[in-house]
């Protein structure tokens, strides 16, 4: 198990490498920047100052090296787009809004997902069931930027009933970010549930249990829901990131001041320091959270160990 957990970790680590070289390079190679002469004009002197002050005039490789180096010692330089506060502050400031948004979203959308996709199980091959598949692929493709905007015509321009955007000065701001935001979320859930839960009513056990005389509902809470359940966590891990994160579109078009806003305008600005900073905060979520998913499943289960030691040889 120590040999497998550091294996993981190491190739955690690399893909964080990777990704933070990838993520400097690309963002250096877009044409334009923070100090873009024709979004900012400014005399060539004050260009070259600008430069110099935040290291532009460097190689690449070094401006990277000096970030990292940096970021490794916790100093994640100064946001250009609120110089009165440094990386860490900013993301500090707004991370509980996304995770007070997320969280709300999170929750209604697995009582709401288990419920439904459970309900279509049982009435497979009904108008019900037609219905929960309909609901489930529609909140898979539909992006998140066309819910909202679908959500702001109908409630705040036809009716008239809720506020465009905001945060922290009425309920009813909350609303239509968090139907927009569990929309997704809670089609997915629904999905698995139902192909879970139909599975294992036609495993064997279940069909034994019956066999026995057990009730419907004795099956159902013995055998079933705590069987059907288990492959549903397994999905938690990479929703929980991204309700962590944020969304980035949801955010920006109700202008609720948390971490995707943010990200959403580092990107348009040309915020290198943020723009870094988030995209590692993101991916370090991300795999980490894979991580030790890895981990429990290998605990869990000792074959996930042999068969990973079968694959790299």
């Known amino acids: 198990m120590i040999r497998y957990t550091a294996q993981r970790f190491l190739g955690l680590i690399g893909v964080l490498f990777v990704i933070s070289i990838l993520t400097?390079?690309?963002m250096h190679a877009i044409p334009g920047g923070p100090f873009d002469p024709y979004q900012m004009p400014v005399s060539p002197s004050t260009q070259k100052y600008l430069d110099a002050k935040y290291g532009f005039d460097k190689p690449l490789y070094e401006q990277y090296a000096k970030y990292m180096w940096a970021a490794l010692h916790g100093d994640f330089g100064i946001p250009f787009q609120s110089?009165?506060?440094?990386?860490?502050?900013l993301i500090a400031r707004?991370?509980?809004v996304s995770v007070i948004l997320g969280g709300i979203a999170l929750l209604i959308s697995y009582s709401l997902g288990i419920l439904l996709g459970f309900i279509a199980a049982m009435y497979q091959n009904t108008w019900i069931d037609y219905l929960s598949v309909m609901f489930a692929v529609l909140g898979i493709v539909a992006p998140s930027f066309v819910v909202s905007l679908l959500l702001l015509y109908i409630f705040s321009i036809w009716l008239d009933l809720l506020p465009t955007g905001g945060w922290g000065d009425s309920w009813k701001q909350i609303v239509m970010p968090v139907l927009a935001?569990?929309?997704g979320l809670t089609a997915i859930v629904a999905r698995y549930t139902r192909s879970s839960v139909i599975e294992v009513l036609r495993s064997d056990f279940v069909r034994a249990a019956r066999a026995k005389g057990l009730s419907r509902t004795a099956v159902l809470q013995r055998h079933v829901l705590r069987n059907a359940l288990t492959p549903i966590v397994t999905i938690a891990g990479p929703m929980f990131a991204g309700v962590i994160t944020g969304t980035f579109f949801i955010e920006s078009?109700?202008?609720i001041p948390g971490i995707g806003m943010y990200f959403t305008q580092s990107a348009f600005e040309r915020d290198y320091p943020m723009i870094m900073a988030l995209t590692l905060l993101f991916a370090t979520l991300i795999v980490t959270i894979y991580f030790v998913t890895d981990?429990?499943?290998a605990w869990i289960d000792p074959r996930v160990r042999i068969i990973g030691r079968n694959e790299r040889g």
């Open 83 to 89: 110089p009165s506060e440094t990386v860490t502050g």
């Open 181 to 183: 935001f569990s929309f």
């Open 24 to 26: 400097f390079v690309i």
């Open 295 to 297: 981990l429990v499943y």
């Open 94 to 96: 707004t991370w509980k």
């Open 253 to 255: 078009i109700f202008r």
